[in-house]
């Protein structure tokens, strides 16, 4: 197989921070959330998740970590958000406190 015939895995990025919907926001109502998205590079994954944030109503977001997925993810609860990140879309998966 020659170069140009291999298929390359798309890059997936996992971004990793809190958001809130208030600008009162503390540490008590942050929402913990990872984006999972198609991006060239980690400036355009942070920008996209900022901007797919802003877009779900987030007036307030701290963004910790950015990662590469390492192929598709074990837990379930990624399954969908991956398969979402890989047709394009910016998935956002929220951990909120009970």
């Known amino acids: 197989m020659t170069e140009q015939e291999e298929v390359l895995d798309p890059t997936v990025y996992i971004v990793i921070g809190r958001v809130w919907d ?3 926001g503390t540490e008590d109502n942050a ?28 007036v307030e977001a701290e963004l910790d970590q950015i990662g590469v997925m390492d ?13 979402d990140a890989l047709a ?4 956002i998966v929220k951990f909120e406190a009970d």
């Open 71 to 83: 192929g598709e993810p074990d837990e379930p609860v990624y399954e969908g958000a991956y398969h």
């Open 22 to 24: 208030t600008e009162e």
């Open 88 to 91: 394009g879309n910016v998935a």
């Open 31 to 58: 929402i913990t959330i990872h984006a999972m998205l198609r991006a060239a590079d980690d400036d355009d994954a942070v920008r996209k998740t900022l901007e797919a944030l802003s877009g779900q109503g987030y």
